[in-house]
């Protein structure tokens, strides 16, 4: 099975309207969310994001992305990219260097997420 992110800005957030909700809940899993939290902080991005592995993962950056810089984002891709080596799942990973800033260029993103979740 396929994973699928999408990052949208909200187009509209009104602040002015009170909530509908009469009563409300504590999240479940508050404990265990805080030893999760506590164990990640520990970790770098790329111990993160090799935990994606083996499902497809399609990185993409900018070279002028003032956010994260071209050359991390490269050494971090390389190592994501070993933990997919040792899956046998290079065919499964992906990546994209535009020429833009921080933005989403999807020119090679979007057909390997069709690809990948045959769309």
């Given at each position: ?6 990052l949208?800005p909200?187009k ?7 909530a ?15 030893k999760?939290?506590?164990?990640l902080?520990t970790k ?8 994606i592995?083996p ?17 991390a ?13 040792t899956?046998g799942?290079q065919?499964r990973i992906?990546?994209?260097?535009h ?7 999807g020119?090679q993103?979007l ?9």
């Amino acid at each position: 099975s396929a994973m699928l992110f999408l990052l949208s800005p909200a187009k509209k957030l009104d602040y002015d309207t009170p909530a509908h909700v009469e009563t409300s809940t504590q999240p479940l899993f508050v404990d265990r969310a805080k030893k999760l939290i506590s164990v990640l902080k520990t970790k770098s991005a790329d111990d993160v994001a090799g935990l994606i592995a083996p499902r497809p993962l399609f990185c993409e950056s900018g070279v002028k992305d003032p956010i994260f810089p071209i050359n991390a984002f490269k050494e971090s891709f390389a190592n994501v990219s070993k933990v997919y080596e040792t899956f046998g799942a290079q065919d499964r990973i992906g990546h994209e260097i535009h020429p833009g800033a921080h933005v989403f260029s999807g020119k090679q993103g979007l057909p390997f997420l069709a690809k990948h979740l045959k769309a």
